[in-house]
């Protein structure tokens, strides 16, 4: 038994960007902010989306970090308040639309953000655009905004109704400019979704066709990509597998690649897709242990089994430049055990199907 509910209006395909006017008009907002990084900026986005609206955009904030943190927030909740706005528009990769979305939450509900990453109520946010510029992290389409919290050196997902963005406009193009390297670490993110999806406690029929459609798709055309940056066709197909991703994750929330992904990200800056992928093959193959049906996938995907899936993945990260051990990371050995200690304090660990123990993960991390 199970509910599935998805509010998120998704426009897709390559040139839609150029048409983000008309996409928009039926919602009448008059008071756009534009979040997004330099590298957009420079690429000049802002302008072509201020070509379309001329003065119903009021600003742009620029910067955003990599792990947006509670100060990347606050610079554009101070922006939202200062011209009233109605709307944000939300251009590229996770961490922008993250940092969009918790500001979003904080303005319409007017929440301490010193206290966000305590807050537990995001039922409600102003509208969101998201437009990602990346194929991977899927935020354009879940209820999740991950936030850095400096202090503590630690990654807080935030997580309501209120997160899911109003719309996502997709445009394959706009990934067509990424550096080879951003291309695999985003771009295993979608695996990484799609294999958390699957070995997921909350998994089902129609989340686990989305997953392993996005794994298929991507599992086919990340390499290319990686070598091929202007062939659309296989821009296309990324931009798809990380959208189907991110709805099958959306409804299943992530599991153990991902509890054990934050403590490498915040501790040891190692981009956030590299990170799940260092450990999703062997929680695919953990999970298949407690349901048969994760070999079914990997056939569905590509593969004889889990294990094959698992040699699949990793031929595939040594394809595209991504670490394979932890020892590729420069981290030391003698910190596994703290990284395991810190993963099972995330409740993705508790989504996981198989519920192994700290001993039992602690055996498969040290063989990386």
């Known amino acids: 038994m199970f509910s599935y509910h998805h509010p998120v209006k998704i426009h897709f395909g390559p040139g839609i960007f150029s048409e983000l006017y008309h996409v928009l008009e039926p919602y009448n ?52 308040e200062e011209h009233e706005a109605d709307c944000l528009i939300a251009i590229g990769g996770g961490s922008v639309m993250d940092a969009a979305k918790a500001a979003g939450a904080v303005y319409l509900q007017s929440i301490d953000i010193n206290h966000l990453l305590e807050h537990t109520d995001f039922s409600e946010s102003l509208p969101v655009i998201a437009i990602p510029t990346t194929s ?35 445009d394959p193009e706009l990934t067509l400019t990424l550096p080879a390297a951003v291309t695999a670490v985003s771009g295993i993110d979608v695996i990484c979704h799609a294999l ?20 298929k798709l991507a599992f086919e055309n990340l390499e290319r990509a990686y070598h091929e940056p202007m ?15 991110g709805v099958a994750v959306s409804q299943t929330g992530t599991a153990g690649s991902h509890a ?28 298949a242990g407690a ?29 595209t430049g991504l670490a394979m051990t932890i020892d590729d990371l420069g981290i030391d050995r003698g910190e596994m055990k703290a990284i395991v200690e810190r993963g099972f304090e995330y409740r993705d660990m508790k989504n996981n ?16």
């Not at 379309?52 to 922006?79: A, W």
């Not at 056939?299 to 899936?309: N, V």
Request: a negative charge; hydrophobic letters at 40%; glycine letters at 8%.
């Open 136 to 170: 991977g992290s899927g935020s354009e389409v879940t209820p999740t905004s991950v936030i850095s919290d400096e202090a503590h050196r630690l990654k807080v997902p935030l997580i309501g109704e209120g997160l899911y963005p109003e719309a996502a406009v997709v």
């Open 353 to 368: 199907i198989a519920q192994p123990d700290q001993a039992e993960v602690l055996k498969f991390l040290s063989e990386k």
């Open 291 to 319: 349901n048969l049906k994760l070999d079914d996938h990997a056939r569905m995907i590509g593969f004889e089994d889990a294990r094959d899936l698992k040699r699949g993945l990793d031929e595939l990260k040594l394809a």
């Open 260 to 287: 054990m992904s934050y403590h490498l990200t915040s501790h040891y800056d190692v981009p956030h897709g590299e990170a799940c992928a260092l450990t999703a093959g062997e929680w695919y193959i953990v999970n």
């Open 29 to 80: 907002f008059s008071s756009f902010i534009i979040v997004m990084s330099n590298s957009q900026i420079d690429n000049g986005l802002d302008r072509l989306v201020a070509s379309q609206f001329g003065d119903d955009v009021k600003d742009v904030v620029t910067g955003i970090t990599p792990n947006p943190t509670l100060e990347d927030v606050r610079r554009i909740v101070t922006v939202m």
């Open 196 to 215: 958390d999806c699957l070995g997921s406690a909350g998994h089902n029929t129609i989340s686990d066709a989305l997953a392993v459609s996005a794994a």
């Open 231 to 245: 062939n659309t066709g296989v821009r296309e197909n990324m931009s798809g597998a990380s959208l189907m991703a």
